[in-house]
């Protein structure tokens, strides 16, 4: 049986009551302050004024016929019409005893499950991953995951910038003066060094600017030193982007660079000129968007003067070969802020260019990370942040903390631990915020075991582990439970255990990961009280078993949340 969530069930009495309602306007969110009731539907006031109807009285006669005598203990109206549901705490109870007994851990599928492809990361060849691209990476991951969980079908794909003027710049360099044993040393590092060589001088000397258009336009023209050169850079770099992906456990479906699209960008420009969507200005091909006074300032580009395509035309080449390829529902780019007005003009060129084509386009965007002066975070002598670096570092600190606490663990255990705190700390400190504000990094206040971290939902989960451990010792192993949820305190985490699906269609609703970290936040909260107030061991027969099965579905959803936001756990701390 496919799991209905608790709300769904209401909603659908509601709209029993009101059959010609739209399906949407009723749905049930939960009450902000339990004090008025668990769930809250307040679309009646919307359905009262198309209805040209009092919305208290529509209010009034909803109630009359509707019969939750099952699920509620009560329904009231509420405010201008508002009706506030409570739950009963058997329907609460026959709900955990479905979780206990299934596998749907209080989440419903999709029922219209949906195709995404979700592009997210897509570093830069040759250039180190800074934070720019951490955010894009945590984040695009764990909506990849909260898609996938909600049974939607899932296809990443990593759009590396592995083409473009730069490789100009990086062929001189390579072939003048590159380091063969720095380059086996660190990739990565070498060619930067590489890139900012050439980049220094590239300003003042008309010289090098004449020699970078040389190499790039044999590279572009299929010369095959050049070719093997980018080649090798490109092969180097991934070389060392995989490394990053397999410390974060993020890995794609696929990874097509810009390059992939090279032989169709002729065709997208003569196609949208012929369409006449694009013309001709002082030389280059240009999309202008007059009718659109949010854009009408800022024409886009195609192709530039020298007859080379860019970065839009890239996008509008992969748009359609994703469309031909996955044939997808909806594309997900996630990509900082600043890249805003380009995916409007991508997403508007595109429009124009298919009109027929109803794929959702969505740019998920996000803020800066500062540094503790408030700036773009960089490195004390001014060098963007190199996500290795970051990690490393992440691990040390969480390693010190560790052997603070368990001098006497072996060192094998203690590095495994500071590896999932650390990283875990790190997404965990990335994801929380509003996406779309800057934020401040702090180590501190990321690897802090108290307040809203990963290492508090991580030392969470490993206390409900060790009930569980301390349980076993005692021979005791959760059977089928009743949860008679006698205690105030059960009944808080139980009613909180059965808002876990919605809140991951919350995350996908607006692409939010920070929904999720706070829900897990609460729960952590509301377990503590619970294990403060409810003796589990120390209580007995059926009342230990069902504080057993609470506890055992509270770790389950507090592991399986982490892991949606890509976070691991471990046993012990
Ligand atoms: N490589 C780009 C950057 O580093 C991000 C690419 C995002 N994806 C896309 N389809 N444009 O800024």
């Not at 979780?99 to 592009?119: E, N």
């Not at 079908?153 to 730069?166: A, E, K």
């Not at 985490?493 to 939010?512: C, D, I, M, N, P």
């Not at 003796?535 to 506890?551: H, T, W």
């Amino acid at each position: 049986m496919l799991h209905t969530a608790i709300e769904q069930r209401l909603h659908l009495r509601v709209l029993e009551v009101l059959p010609d309602a739209s399906l949407d306007c009723l749905r049930l969110r939960p009450c902000a302050d339990t004090k008025f009731g668990d769930y809250q539907a307040n679309g009646l006031m919307t359905l009262a004024k198309e209805r040209k109807q009092n919305p208290r009285q529509l209010a009034e006669e909803v109630l009359l016929g509707l019969d939750v005598a099952d699920l509620c203990s009560s329904v009231e109206i509420a405010g201008a019409g508002f009706l506030n549901f409570r739950l009963k705490t058997e329907a609460v109870a026959q709900m955990l005893v479905d979780a206990q007994q299934g596998d749907a851990l209080f989440v419903a599928p999709a029922s219209h499950p949906r195709r995404f492809v979700v592009d997210f990361s897509s570093p830069n060849v040759a250039k180190p991953m800074h934070v720019g691209h951490i955010r894009s990476t945590i984040l695009g991951d764990a909506i990849a995951r909260t898609l996938r969980r909600l049974g939607h079908t899932v296809i990443t794909d990593n759009h590396i910038g592995d083409w473009g003027t730069q490789f100009g710049k990086l062929l001189i360099g390579w072939k003048t003066d590159l380091d063969r044993a720095a380059l086996d040393r660190d990739p990565l590092v070498e060619m930067g060094r590489l890139y900012k060589l050439v980049n220094a001088r590239f300003e003042a000397d008309d010289v090098i600017k004449g020699q970078a258009r040389q190499e790039l336009v044999k590279l572009q023209d299929g010369d095959a030193e050049n070719l093997a050169c980018w080649r090798e850079m490109i092969e180097l770099s991934l070389r060392e982007f995989d490394k990053i992906y397999q410390r974060l456990g993020v890995r794609f479906d696929h990874v097509l660079g810009e390059s992939f699209y090279n032989p169709q960008l002729k065709g997208v420009v003569q196609a949208l000129v012929d369409a006449g969507l694009a013309r001709e200005s002082e030389g280059a091909i240009v999309v202008f968007f007059e009718d659109i006074p949010e854009l009408k300032e800022n024409p886009a580009l195609i192709q530039k003067n020298d007859g080379a395509a860019n970065y839009t035309t890239t996008d509008l080449a992969t748009l359609a070969y994703r469309r031909e390829t996955f044939h997808p529902d909806e594309v997900v780019y996630v990509t900082d802020g600043r890249q805003q007005l380009h995916f409007k003009q991508l997403f508007t060129i595109y429009h124009r260019w298919q009109p027929s084509d109803t794929t959702v386009l969505s740019h998920v965007w996000f803020g800066m990370i500062l540094g503790p002066d408030n700036k773009p975070f960089k490195t004390r002598t001014g060098e963007n942040i190199e996500l290795g670096w970051l990690l490393n570092e992440a691990e040390e600190r969480a390693f010190t903390t560790v052997t603070e606490k368990n001098p006497e663990m072996p060192e094998s255990e203690r590095r495994e631990i500071a590896r999932v705190v650390g990283i875990g700390a790190v997404k965990y400190s990335d994801l929380l915020p509003n996406r779309q504000s800057d934020y401040v990094f702090s180590w501190d206040k990321m690897l802090a075991l108290q307040g809203n971290t990963a290492p508090y939902l991580q030392y969470a989960y490993t206390r409900i582990r060790s009930v569980f451990r301390k349980a076993a010792e005692l021979g005791w192993q959760p059977g089928a439970a009743r949860f008679a949820l006698a205690m105030p305190e059960e009944i808080a985490l139980a009613k909180h255990l059965l808002r876990y699906g919605q809140t991951l269609e919350g995350v996908l609703s607006e692409y939010r990961a920070n929904y999720l970290c706070n829900y897990l936040y609460d729960l952590a909260g509301l377990f503590a009280r619970f294990y403060e107030n409810c003796p589990i061991l120390k209580s007995e027969g059926e009342e230990r078993n069902d504080r057993l099965a609470l506890c055992e579905l509270a770790g389950r959803v507090l592991k399986e949340g982490l892991n949606i936001l890509g976070i691991e756990t471990t046993e012990k701390m």
